[in-house]
């Protein structure tokens, strides 16, 4: 059974920056596609950013250039680096994974749903 646990949201004054982190349970991280999602209040939910296992991504249009997603083999851990935040980014953030590829899905701005989903953790960027 895979398990995600995000940590690091919280709040931050818009244009700053914010890192988010996913601890996975097993030895995924290397091996399967990777990203992150977010749901706004009355919002559906939308791909972020992924990484697949060779390290490919892909970026929602409202993010590139601001996040970087990015992993750690050997932590078990993904990371989302957000930077020039704006008040549209607050919502809660989730990790997730997928033995199949979706991170151009997220690029295309396509739905899916990972097969592993974390908890999520709140992200909030006051103006």
């Known amino acids: 059974e895979v398990q995600l646990v995000e940590s690091g949201g919280g709040s931050v004054q818009a244009?700053?920056?914010?890192?988010?982190?996913?601890?996975?349970?097993?030895n995924i991280v290397r091996r399967y596609c990777m990203g992150w999602f977010r749901q706004a209040p009355g919002k559906e939910r939308e791909g972020v950013a992924a990484i697949d296992y060779d390290g490919t991504t892909g970026y929602a249009n409202s993010v590139k250039g601001r996040?970087?997603?990015?992993?750690?083999?050997?932590?078990?851990?993904l990371y989302l680096q957000m930077s020039d935040m704006k008040p549209e980014?607050?919502?809660?953030?989730?990790?997730?994974?997928?033995?199949?590829?979706?991170?151009?899905?997220?690029?295309?701005g396509r739905k899916w749903s990972p097969t592993d989903w974390g908890q999520?953790?709140?992200?909030?960027?006051?103006s």
Do not use: M, W
Request: hydrophobic share 30%.
């Open 15 to 26: 244009g700053g920056s914010l890192r988010v982190s996913c601890v996975a349970s097993s």
């Open 67 to 77: 996040f970087t997603v990015s992993r750690d083999n050997d932590k078990n851990t």
């Open 89 to 108: 980014d607050s919502a809660i953030y989730y990790c997730a994974a997928d033995p199949q590829p979706f991170h151009l899905r997220v690029e295309d």
């Open 120 to 126: 999520g953790t709140q992200v909030t960027v006051y």
